[in-house]
């Protein structure tokens, strides 16, 4: 460091104490535990936390398991063996039996045994399995530390020279590496000396070197590259003793040829002699990223080539495999030595990144970005076989880049060059963190340098080549000579071997050189002169020699460079005759200062031939002294260019001339009286000149040049009269110069607009108190913080000096009594505060001045409350009073700067959004840092004025205020984000007056425990009073709530979660106690989410409630929204008409943070509140948990394909992937019937049947319940452990253009919305109105409609992508936590419920949400308490399923049956013990337990239907526990209980045979719905069961999108109900059975229920589901309507309508009927617009041969398959199944339709014949089926032909050609619940020829009259049946006809028959309607195609004259002549007829 000397000087002390003295840091000791920092060992505790969790047991775990699934197929074959192993239960192994199941157990007992059961295993922290908020959004309340200041540095690469050589060593070489950029065309990095001679060599030396430093010796190098380029090169210069002529030749001769004794004298001579003087040798050239890019190949070497390569010869990369050390110890070094801090070189890397690149970038860098990373590649060796020779006349930088120009290029004018063999070896590789034995530039030691021993590493200075933006933190001041070239040509003598002695002379005297100059290589390390480089024989040589000067700090006056030039001779003399090696040839000089600044440039300079003058280094050497001879007349000979590196010289004239004024001001400097104004003027102009410096050495000294402003603003200089004013034009320019630094350094700007120079500046650099003296007694030393420091986490980056501290700190201040205002005893000079002078300049500034701070008012902020925190600690106030800290003159300045940006704020939102934004960022900040400094009741003044002010924005205008309800939001996120928030919210008056940030963790705790309250759940004025900060955030989301914009949903609901979450992982708050004080503070939380229950989200409800976009801000929403009262007083009520819909993140945030409150509060406490809330509320808390259970319900880890379906309600047909859902079926809505009213219009679009009717979907155990719209599944969740530790994405994350999104929507757009909304609108003309909402539901006791589902699990095989296994383990861990926290809550409502008999109606809701807990993914540890709370229920309260409500049993069975086949043997056990225990509380009752047996019967029948993966092997186990249990239970050995039950499973046990057959058939849809239809007519005297297996059946073929077979299921369903209800009670308006449904279908005429062993509906169980009554018909025939549409069957829909109109007319329901001809318009619509486009089905008739079919041996099969479906294709489908099941070698399809011989098939095969059938009809049924829909409906006779001749072959002549037509009956009409129907009769026709031929005319004559009614005519296809007819490749089809069967009958031979006229009469026919074709076609046709009408006519002419005499009778042709040409065409046509060729023709 400079010495004692230097320090004198108060400008150099001052950049010196800016470089070495400590920081001072601000450091607010909890602050880790603020949102607003990133905590690690908060994310630490969270990752630890998930590291020990096990994995639950998830049931979908193990059954989408592939391996599982695939083992299952693969064993499908042995299903049937299976299923005769377990016919016999015995076999069956029962589960574990639950202890103490059957004993007499109080109630209460049992329910305690529960609670302390549920509290096992618990999470302690809920949002620890809960994702963190989303680091994808802006965290507007994260403010990072700044990184510490530390050395800049670019990318790092280390160069170790390994050898150096050439072929002949004879000589030193001294080589010189550099780095130069070739696209900028500058040097980029200092030169690095080295040279690897022997000893031997050096020694040869030792005349010229006095000694070796061991600096010197370094032989590796440290290159730091900022701006990386593909054109930046190495290059190697080698120089060698300067010797006479081409010395070059003597290394490229053959060594044979060269004399090697008298080489190596002759060398030893010059180095002798000329060993100090150096001349240029060779030179070579490296480009960097070729070594790079080349060293990641695969390669193991890589040439570089030969001439023509990058060395300009060959050379190799030699690849090191090992990787590098990284074990580099960080080791405390001495005083002399620097410590750099790992931490702050890898900050500072990416500090660089953001803003050292300059804005003014050229378009080429861009293209840098794809630069590979020099910090990481592999290491790789270079090796140079060969130098090129270095020119003398080439040696200035434009040759140098016109050399590297062609390396690049490769260029062949490198083969012009000459050559030297030699060979360089340079490792290159990423330099370490921390390398050993490093010397800095100016060859300090950089630790860790372990002793003096080693070879040292240098770190080469960096010149880069653009602007780097990175203030200085360490002493720098060096300067570089580069001598250019001089001219010696006009002088007289010898001047040819010219060499230029430099100097650093600080005086006169040029023995006075300082030894100030860097040595090179195996020299000292500092010397007195250098030489450049001799050019032989050249008189006006270039020079590029580089010249390091070490400058002294302070620079004094006469201290000059001096550069004196010599000739030297090489002549090698005797000594008698020796002359001087050097010769004089004159002098010049450069003065070092000028103006008081460095002297720094490109130089002309004169030459003097003398010793110039005394004194001359007081002027230049321009101006032409006297008495001086100058040579070339004074003209400047000598170019030379000097640069520094200096962090003492700023080199900009407006920065010297601002500091050199301040530095005067500093050494008290004081002018005259006269002086006083021009010395205040000049001090202002160089103060506003400072803004206009440029930007670059500002950028390097802004910390000394704040704290210079800052100095000027709190210590003005004292005049002689007065205080100067300029404390306004500093605070202006320093406004100005950071208002620069953020708008030109924008990358190193934050979300905030903080750029991280300024706040690096602030937060360690900031020089803020009154006097450097005052902050010795509490300054950080930078090398060792204080504890609290250890926030930053990072050592102080450079080993520093310990600053002094003087022993006796001078106060400039003193402190008052308390109680009274901070008084200031102001001495001589008026020593300001930063903070208080800053607010004061800030207020009344002027505008200008004013919105410069407002655009950084993060800066000026921040350095206020540094400064406040500095004067607290200085004058030890921090434990003092808060409200006397400061004085009221600064509260005030405070105040109105709060209003003054309040204003701006309000102001400017809409035409400034991003400068308003971090306006308002900043003084959120403000507020929540000068809560830990001031009176806390003033900032929240401050914070209320704030919010009253924007409220009042909001009320009093009608444009949108989004953005502004935004910003209040941001604003107040940031206040609560304190880390003492619940402090400043809490009731507790005596820790008010206490500062928390002296408050031990201890007394908190127990004030916290201690302090009464009372409880409240309301918003109330008291509420917000008493806890102010809560009060506001929860009136925001109550107004937000009330928006429909889902940005403001978002930020409101992100508020509260996020600091719930801060809470639950704070380790202050771990104590239960106080987890409960805290919770009891946001229990407002759960009155708000229960008032918009309906606006959350739920995939069970109509999709109008789930839209998750919102609907478009218009004006009236704003004005809502500005109506809403934000702060100081209550919201008003929320207009419910108004409310959109919330998404699903925004669903999932609000209830964990209502999950939160109820898990931590004290449950006595709530139990004791919510006695007092009434039953609607405690209602909608039910509704809330059951929502909780739907949105957080686990996801499988394997992908199934999910059909969800929802009963009374939707359809929905969705495709999971991971977290994202998109449409596969259009949507429909559908009513839900309220059973106690009148029956309301159910929609057509529902998927099934009601619950009541038995029939019960199974709810989904995947996928189900998460369904969202397309705005919020556009996203996947990432890994939780990544998103723990801030890196990763929300478990439903948005895409990355989410926020582009919500801003459209905002703005009005929104196209995927608008996209839902037009496919919404399109469904509701054919659907039924909307559900009514959930409040007019008065006697509904749940909603099935919101817990029925189904999965189906077709493509289980692929996992989610996104997820790791530990993912799922978190997962499962959240939802059992969500799961246990309902059940505690449930369980308290219930104790509730017990208390109060008025409640009692709340146990339906208390079912719902116990069977939802049942229905969703549980895993195993979850449902054994769901399962034990289940029992206690049932227990206390049996009537809630056995009286009355038989859905909740029926639903209740349907989920224990599920579980009992689970896979997991806990489940099974637990599910097995609740059915049983059911049945027996059933049969308690009444000495029977029917129902609870109709309604298991039902379930197993569903879940066989439903369910594709059903296990019968584990329900086996299930029924083998239940037949142990009433075995054990002994209390009821003596009833028929236990064998009731037997009879039960016995049952249960038959259905799963059942099932057995059903997997088998999986794959054949026929034989699956088959099955299906054996078992339904098993159960036709059960109508509910029936009904399930109908409604199974209409399931089947909906997912196969069979819809006129669903219909028809749903037609059958009907049918069933209708006649059970006419058996209770007939009523007029409806059918009398199926009677009334019979002109829908025929076939439901089977559901009559006239059978001798028809059930009565009165039985126990029977008919007592919803199905059974007019809405439970309604829905069914709704259901068949919608499927009757869909496959387009227009016509049944009227039929159906015609049965439902009646029942809405009986109950007035207008509005359905209006809906219902709506739909009925809407179809008939669709008949007349589609006539003649639809299609229906394709009907195959399909027998089965062989012993393999089983049954289905030999019988026949009429299959109706999807409408065009090729014979080829079903053929296919048929073959592959019965080929995978015998084997394809045993599987033959019959190729032709005659009839099979079976005695002729081979045994042992299976064989299939399939044939294409028509629908036949006889002529008096086509009387009746006029429409194509008649045709094609009711269907029961088919038919099929088959050509052939009496001689055995198929085909043969015309009048040989017979057709077999074979018809065939049906035993139903199709359509039917079937899609194949048995063939019951057949029939045969035989066709004669000439019956074949008549059929086959009339053929054409249908296609002909086809084409003519088309309205309007085809001319195409008028044209294409034409040709068919008369063209001329047919032209003989109907001649020939003719001919064979009517020419003997023309010419008299044999009597016409019925078949001869009927031919005569078509063949008219024909001919007439080709007449007319023809006609029309005329018209039709333009002029192109008119000669294809003539050739058209012509055709029809030929036919009609060849016809004409055979379709005319005798008579007429006896009264027409004879015409010759008949008989000759007559004739013709006999001899050229082809064996029926001409027939087929026509035929096809």
């Not at 949108?960 to 304190?978: A, Y």
């Not at 939707?1210 to 029956?1239: C, H, M, Q």
């Not at 029992?1431 to 599920?1458: G, M, P, S």
């Not at 509005?1711 to 006539?1731: A, K, M, Y």
């Amino acid at each position: 460091m400079p010495g004692q000397r230097a320090e004198t000087d108060s400008q150099v002390r001052d950049f010196i104490s800016k470089y070495t003295d400590d920081y001072t840091v601000f450091n607010r000791r909890y602050l880790a535990y603020s949102s607003s920092q990133n905590s690690k060992e908060s994310v630490q505790r969270v990752v630890d936390i998930q590291k020990g969790l096990k994995k639950h047991d998830y049931e979908i775990d193990v059954l989408e398991d592939p391996p599982l699934i695939q083992r299952a197929e693969s064993n499908r074959n042995s299903i049937r063996l299976k299923a005769s192993n377990a016919v016999d239960l015995k076999s069956s192994k029962p589960d574990a039996l639950l202890a103490h199941l059957l004993d007499d157990t109080l109630i209460t007992e049992v329910d305690q045994e529960n609670k302390d059961r549920r509290r096992v295993g618990r999470h302690q922290q809920l949002f620890s399995v809960y994702p963190p908020p989303d680091e994808s959004e802006e965290v507007i309340e994260r403010r990072e530390i700044p990184a510490l200041p530390a050395e800049h540095f670019g990318q790092r690469i280390l160069i170790k020279c390994l050898e150096l050589r050439l072929e002949f060593e004879m000589e030193p070489l001294f080589a010189t590496m550099a780095l130069y950029d070739l696209r900028e065309k500058k040097k980029i990095s200092e030169n690095f000396y080295f040279d690897l001679a022997s000893e031997p060599i050096k020694k040869l030396l030792i005349d010229h070197v006095p000694r070796q430093d061991i600096s010197s010796l370094s032989r590796s190098c440290i290159f730091n590259i900022t701006y990386p380029s593909p054109d930046i090169f190495i290059v190697v210069r080698l120089e060698k003793v300067l010797q006479p002529g081409d010395v070059s030749e003597t290394y490229t001769k053959d060594l044979k040829s060269i004399n090697r004794d008298k080489v190596a004298g002759a060398a030893k001579q010059y180095c002798e002699k000329l060993g100090a003087y150096r001349m240029p040798f060779a030179i070579t050239a490296m480009q960097l990223m070729n070594v790079v890019t080349g060293a990641n190949s695969l390669e193991k070497d890589a040439t570089l080539g030969s001439d023509n390569s990058s060395t300009g010869s060959s050379g190799s990369l030699d690849r090191r495999m090992s990787a590098l050390s990284e074990n580099f110890v960080k080791r405390s070094g001495r005083d002399d030595s620097l410590t750099r801090s790992v931490s702050g070189v890898t900050e500072m890397r990416s500090f660089k990144s953001q803003s050292l690149v300059s804005d003014k970038r050229s378009s080429w860098y861009e293209r840098e970005e794809t630069i590979p990373n020099l910090d990481s590649f592999r290491p790789v060796t270079i090796t140079v076989s060969s130098f090129f020779k270095q020119e003398v006349d080439k040696l200035n930088e434009e040759d140098l880049y016109k050399f590297l120009g062609e390396v690049k290029r490769s260029s062949s004018a490198l083969k012009k060059l000459k050559t030297i063999p030699g060979m360089l070896r340079l490792d290159v590789s990423p330099c370490p963190e921390e390398p050993k034995y490093c010397l800095s530039p100016e060859l300090y030691k950089i630790q860790p340098y372990p002793d003096d021993k080693g070879r040292p590493t240098k770190e080469v200075a960096e010149f880069p080549p653009r602007e780097l933006f990175v203030p200085y933190t360490s002493y720098r001041n060096l300067l570089y000579i580069y001598p250019q070239n001089v001219n010696f040509t006009n002088r007289p003598g010898s001047a040819r071997n010219i060499a230029i002695k430099i100097q650093f002379v600080a005086a006169d005297d040029e023995k006075r050189a300082l030894p100030v100059i860097f040595g090179k290589s195996s020299c000292p390390e500092l010397t007195t002169q250098a030489y450049t480089a001799v050019a032989y024989h050249n008189r006006n040589p270039d020079f590029y020699d580089e010249v390091k000067v070490k400058l002294p700090a302070k620079i004094q006056p006469g201290q000059h460079i001096l550069f004196t030039f010599y000739h030297i001779s090489c002549q090698l003399q005797k000594k008698e005759a020796s002359q001087p090696t050097e010769s004089l040839l004159g002098y010049s000089w450069l003065p070092m200062m000028r103006d008081g600044r460095l002297h720094v440039g490109e130089f002309c300079l004169p030459i003097c031939a003398d010793k110039p003058p005394p004194h001359y280094t007081i002027m230049v050497p321009d101006i032409s002294l006297p008495g001086v001879k100058w040579l070339d007349n004074h003209k400047g000979l000598f170019s030379v260019g000097v640069k520094a590196l200096s962090s003492i010289h700023t080199q900009d004239e407006k920065l010297d001339d601002f500091l050199q004024h301040c530095a005067s001001l500093d050494d008290h400097k004081r002018m005259s009286h006269a002086n006083e104004a021009k010395m205040e003027k000049e001090l202002k102009d160089c103060i506003t000149n400072v803004s206009n410096a440029s930007l670059e050495p500002l950028v390097r000294f802004l910390p000394l040049i704040l704290d210079e402003m800052v100095k000027l603003i709190t210590r003005p200089p004292l005049l002689v009269s007065q205080t100067a004013n300029i404390a306004p034009t500093a605070f202006e320019a320093m406004a100005t110069i950071v208002c620069a630094v953020t708008q030109q350094l924008l990358e190193g700007n934050d979300m905030h607009g903080r750029n991280n120079l300024l706040t690096s500046y602030i937060h360690y650099c900031a020089s803020l108190s009154p006097s450097n003296d005052l902050m010795g007694s509490y300054r950080t030393p930078r090398p060792q913080s204080v504890p609290d420091f250890g926030n930053v986490n990072s050592p102080v980056s450079a080993g520093r000096p310990v600053s002094m501290r003087p022993d006796e700190p001078n106060r400039m201040f003193s402190i008052s009594s308390p109680g009274s205002d901070v008084s200031r005893q102001q001495p001589r000079q008026q020593f300001k505060l930063v903070h208080e002078e800053l607010a004061l300049q800030w207020v009344v500034s002027n505008a200008t001045t004013r919105e410069k701070a407002m655009c950084q008012a993060s800066f000026f902020f921040e350095l206020m409350v540094k400064s406040m925190a500095e004067h607290l600690s200085a004058a030890e106030l921090m434990n003092s009073s808060r409200k006397p800290r400061f004085p009221t003159q600064f509260t005030d300045d405070c105040t109105a700067l709060v209003v003054m940006i309040t204003k701006e704020v309000v102001d400017k939102y809409v035409k400034e959004p991003t400068y308003v934004r971090q306006l308002n960022s900043s003084l959120g900040f403000f507020l929540f840092d000068i809560l830990s400094l001031m009176d806390r009741g003033y900032v929240f003044n401050l914070c209320k004025y704030y919010c009253k002010a924007l409220t009042a924005r909001i009320t009093s205008t009608s444009a949108d205020t989004t953005p502004l309800i935004l910003l209040k939001l941001n604003l107040m996120r940031i206040v609560c984000s304190h880390e003492h928030y619940l402090t400043l919210n809490l009731p507790f008056t005596n820790l008010v007056a206490t500062p928390m940030s002296s408050m031990s963790l201890s007394s908190l705790t127990s004030s916290l425990l201690q302090q009464p309250y009372t409880l409240t759940t309301e918003l109330s004025d008291d509420f917000r009073q008493q806890h102010f900060l809560v009060g506001i955030i929860l009136c925001d989301l109550v107004t937000s709530l009330q928006t429909n914009n889902p940005v403001v949903h978002q930020k409101a609901i992100r508020v509260v979660s996020n600091l719930l979450y801060c809470h639950d992982l704070d380790p202050r708050f771990n104590d239960p106690l106080m987890r409960s004080k805290i919770a009891q503070l946001y229990l407002p939380l759960l009155n708000i989410a229960c008032d918009v229950l309906d606006k959350l989200w739920n995939p069970t409800v109509a999709p109008r409630a789930n839209t998750g976009s919102g609907d478009f801000i218009d004006m009236s929403v704003a004005r809502m929204i500005s109506t809403s009262n934000v702060a100081g007083t209550r919201p008003s009520v929320i207009d419910k008409q108004s409310k959109a819909s919330l998404n699903y993140e925004c669903t999932r945030s609000l209830l964990i943070s209502c999950l939160w409150i109820l898990k931590n509060i004290d449950q006595q406490s709530l139990l004791h509140l919510w006695k007092g809330v009434p039953p609607p509320r405690l209602s909608q808390i039910l509704e809330m948990l059951h929502l909780c259970l739907i949105n957080f319900e686990y996801k499988a880890q394997w992908i199934p394909k999910v059909t969800v379906r929802e009963t009374n309600t939707t359809k929905r047909s969705w495709t999971a992937i991971g977290r994202k859902y998109s449409f596969n079926e259009d949507l429909f809505k559908a009513p839900v019937v309220d059973d106690s009213s009148l029956p309301t219009h159910k929609s057509s679009k529902s998927a099934t049947l009601g619950a009541a009717s038995g029939s019960k979907l199974l709810r989904s155990s995947s996928f189900s319940n998460m369904l969202q719209s397309k705005d919020d599944s556009s996203g996947s969740m990432g890994t939780l452990g990544k998103t723990i530790k801030y890196v990763s994405q929300q478990t439903i994350k948005k895409s990355s253009d989410m926020k582009s999104k919500l801003e459209d929507v905002i703005l009005g757009g929104g196209s995927a919305r608008n996209e839902f909304l037009s496919r919404r609108k399109q469904g509701s003309t054919s659907n039924t109105s909307v559900p009514p909402s959930p409040q007019t539901d008065t006697r509904l006791r749940w909603r099935k409609d919101q817990t029925q589902w189904r999965q189906e699990r077709d493509n289980p095989g692929e996992k989610m992508k996104g997820y790791s296994e530990p993912d799922f383990v978190v997962l499962g861990h959240l939802a059992s936590e969500v799961s246990m926290t309902a059940l505690d809550t449930l369980e308290l409502i219930i104790q509730i419920i017990q208390s109060q008999d008025s409640l009692q109606n709340l146990l339906t809701g208390v079912l719902r949400v116990l069977l939802q807990c049942l229905a969703v993914n549980q895993s195993s540890y979850v449902l054994q308490h769901v399962f034990a709370t289940q029992r206690a229920l049932v227990t206390k309260y049996r009537e809630l399923l056995f009286e009355d409500n038989t859905e909740a049993c029926a639903d209740l069975c349907l989920h224990l049956l599920r579980h009992c086949s689970s896979s997991l043997c806990s489940t099974r056990s637990h599910a097995a013990a609740s059915l049983y225990m059911l049945m027996r509380q059933n049969f308690e009752i009444g000495n029977n337990f029917a129902r609870v047996k109709m309604q298991v019967t039902m379930s197993l029948s569903h879940l066989v239907g439903q369910t594709q993966f059903f296990n019968e092997e584990f329900l086996r186990s299930s029924l083998k526990t239940i037949l142990i249990y009433a075995e054990k239970d002994l209390d009821l050995q003596d009833t028929t209980f236990p064998d009731q039950v037997k009879e039960l499973v016995f049952n249960l046990h038959m259905i799963l045979s059942d099932t057995v057959k059903m997997k088998e058939f999986q794959e054949d849809p026929e034989m699956l719905v088959d099955l299906m239809y054996r078992i339904a007519k098993g159960y036709q005297n059960s109508p509910d069961l029936r009904l399930t297996w109908l409604q199974n059946m209409a399931s089947k073929h909906t997912a196969n999108k069979n819809h006129a077979e669903a219909a028809e299921c749903y037609v059958h369903c009907a049918g069933l109900v209708v006649e059970y209800m006419n058996m209770i009670e007939e009523k007029r308006y409806l059918p009398v059975g199926c009677v009334g449904l019979q002109k829908v279908s025929k076939n439901v005429l089977e559901e009559s229920a006239v059978s001798d062993d028809v059930v009565s509906p009165d039985e126990e169980g029977i008919c007592t589901g919803t199905a059974f009554t007019d809405p439970g018909l309604i829905n069914l025939l709704d259901l068949a309507a919608d499927s009757f549409s869909k496959a387009g069957m227009y016509e049944m829909v009227n039929e159906v309508y015609k049965v439902l109109t009646p029942i809405h007319e009986a109950y007035r329901q207008y509005d359905r009927l209006s809906v219902v001809h709506g739909t009925l318009q809407h179809c008939f619509e669709n008949i007349i617009s589609n006539e003649g486009k639809r299609m229906f089905g394709t009907y195959f008739r399909v027998g089965f041969y062989g012993a393999k079919f089983g049954d289905l041996n030999g019988q026949e099969f009429v299959y109706k398959e999807p409408s065009i479906t090729k014979l080829s294709e079903i053929a296919h489908r048929l073959e592959n199944f019965y080929g995978d099941r015998f084997g394809r070698e045993n599987v033959h399809m019959i190729k032709d339709s005659n009839q099979v011989e079976t005695e002729k098939l081979e045994p042992g095969k299976a064989f299939i014949q399939l044939t294409y059938v028509e629908p036949y009809f006889d002529a008096y049924e086509l009387k009746d089926r006029h429409t194509y829909f008649e045709r094609n409906y009711d269907l029961r006779r088919f038919v099929y032909s088959t050509p052939f001749t009496l001689e055995g072959k198929a085909h043969g002549e015309l009048a040989e050609q017979h057709k077999r037509k074979t018809i065939l009956t049906t035993s139903q009409a199709f359509p039917y619940i079937k899609t194949r129907i048995a063939v019951i009769e057949k029939e045969q026709k035989i066709l004669q020829p000439i019956e074949v031929a008549i059929e086959d005319v009339q053929k054409k004559l249908k296609e002909l009259t086809a084409a003519l009614v088309m309205d309007p005519l085809d001319p195409k296809i008028l044209q294409m049946v034409l040709q068919g007819c008369i063209g001329t490749t047919v032209n003989q089809g109907p001649v020939e006809v003719a001919t064979v069967f009517l020419a003997d009958v023309a010419s008299g031979i044999i009597t016409p028959s019925r078949h001869h006229n009927k031919l005569r009469l078509c063949l008219k026919d024909f001919i007439k309607k080709c007449e007319t074709a023809l006609e029309r076609n005329r018209s039709l046709i333009g002029d192109d195609q008119k000669a294809y009408q003539k050739e058209l006519e012509r055709n029809y002419r030929n036919v009609k004259e060849q016809l004409y005499p055979m379709t005319v009778s005798a008579n007429s042709r006896l009264a027409t002549q004879a015409s010759s040409p008949v008989r000759a065409a007559r004739g013709r046509s006999r001899e050229n007829r082809k064996s029926g060729t001409s027939m087929r023709s026509f035929r096809s």
